[in-house]
Antibody, heavy 122, light 108 residues
Framework: EMQLLGSGGGLVLPGGSLRLSCAAS????????MNWVRQTPEKGLEWVAA????????YYADSVKGRFTISRDNSRNTLYLQMSSLRPEDTAIYYC???????????????WGQGTLVTVSS | EIVLTQSPSTLSLSPGERATLSCRAS??????LAWYQQKPGQAPRLLIY???NRATGIPARFSGSGSGTDFTLTISSLEPEDFAVYYC??????????FGGGTKVEIK
């Protein structure tokens, strides 16, 4: 059974840092590009970042570029999102997502993690 | 950035009725559009990808059509479990990937 188990969320002060993790199982993690998508009631679903299957290519939304870093450890089947210089507008549920096709940048997401809540507030 | 506009924002229907949801792109996305369903407290679930392809395990009552800038998700006969929020998403021109604002299908 496929699973994406997110962790690492919580309450952080503005300007602070947080690292999210997403542990994958039930599929060949190293064969799939992965993404982070966040959701708020105000802005809906917002794509945050993407990383290729080998971890070499990365892409970011303008809103997080220079502050967030996506990475992966294929030996541990784990995806990461390092978030720094956090702002109140980064408050959201963060989902890790799996790209449908292997060895591909066909960016439709056939599996989503359960979501982890990040709250940026003083 | 490609903007996706979904309409209507809310659709009030009864079980057994047909639901027709629209997603319009600000420029052509070819066929590279997906539809997701989200229920309260859950992550989105992929229904349709590349415009017309049903994802694994998705019932045949869900169908997608369209290309270019105009797309439609049709639920042929609403089941009680279909009342949810539906989102479209394009992968044609990115970054950034973009999502529509959602259509809520509610029980009339």
């Amino acid at each position: 059974e496929m699973q994406l188990l997110g962790s690492g969320g919580g309450l952080v002060l503005p300007g602070g840092s947080l690292r999210l993790s997403c542990a994958a199982s039930g599929f060949t993690f190293a064969n799939h590009a992965m993404n982070w998508v966040r959701q708020t009631p105000e802005k809906g679903l917002e794509w945050v970042a993407a990383i290729g299957d080998a971890g070499i290519s990365t892409y970011y939304a303008d809103s997080v570029k220079g502050r967030f870093t996506i990475s992966r450890d294929n030996s541990r089947n784990t995806l990461y999102l390092q978030m720094s210089s956090l702002r109140p507008e980064d408050t959201a549920i963060y989902y890790c997502t799996k790209v449908l096709a292997s060895s591909s940048w066909d960016q439709h997401f056939d599996f989503w993690g359960q979501g982890t809540l990040v709250t940026v507030s003083s | 950035e490609i903007v996706l506009t979904q309409s209507p924002s809310t659709l009030s229907l009864s079980p057994g009725e047909r639901a027709t949801l629209s997603c319009r792109a600000s420029q052509s996305v070819d066929r590279y559009l997906a539809w997701y369903q989200q229920k309260p407290g859950q992550a989105p679930r992929l229904l349709i990808y590349d415009g017309t392809n049903r994802a694994t395990g998705i019932p045949a009552r869900f169908s997608g059509s369209g290309s270019g800038t105009d797309f439609t998700l049709t639920i042929s006969s609403l089941e009680p479990e279909d009342f949810a929020v539906y989102y479209c998403q394009q992968r044609s021109i990115w970054p950034p990937l973009t999502f529509g604002g959602g259509t809520k299908v509610e029980i009339k």
